[in-house]
């Protein structure tokens, strides 16, 4: 059983960077595409970036395109997010995913089997 753990949250200013990091236990990450979801409060959990699991192909949504990465890590069981230029509408619980999505769904969390238990992230203005 994978269990995912997440880390790299805290409290930082607009315009400030982040890097979320994800360490997988029991098991191989090579073999899934991972995912990074957010939600804040008072909101649905939304897909935030994804990558295959070669780390070939990567998605993002369109809020943050241009200003976070996906990255991944197989020998280390690593997933990254680097977050740059963050927005106070990027605030929120960061989790981590894993699953073996399709391409057309792979922004659908219902598609991920894998889950951390969150980070939280927090931008002040």
């Known amino acids: 059983q994978v269990q995912l753990i997440e880390s790299g949250g805290g409290l930082v200013k607009v315009g400030d960077s982040l890097r979320l990091s994800c360490l997988a236990s029991g098991g191989s990450l090579s073999g899934y595409s991972m995912g990074w979801f957010r939600q804040a409060p008072g909101k649905e959990r939304e897909f935030v970036a994804a990558?295959?699991?070669?780390?070939?192909?990567?998605y993002y949504r369109d809020s943050v395109k241009g200003r976070f990465t996906i990255s991944r890590d197989n020998a280390k069981n690593m997933v990254y997010l680097q977050m740059n230029g963050l927005e106070s509408d990027d605030a929120a619980v960061y989790y981590c995913?894993?699953?073996?999505?399709?391409?057309?769904?792979?922004?659908?969390?219902?598609?991920?089997?894998?889950w951390g238990q969150g980070t939280q992230v927090t931008v002040s203005s």
């Open positions: 990558i295959k699991p070669n780390g070939g192909s990567t």
């Open positions: 995913a894993g699953g073996r999505p399709i391409t057309s769904s792979i922004r659908s969390q219902s598609q991920y089997y894998y």
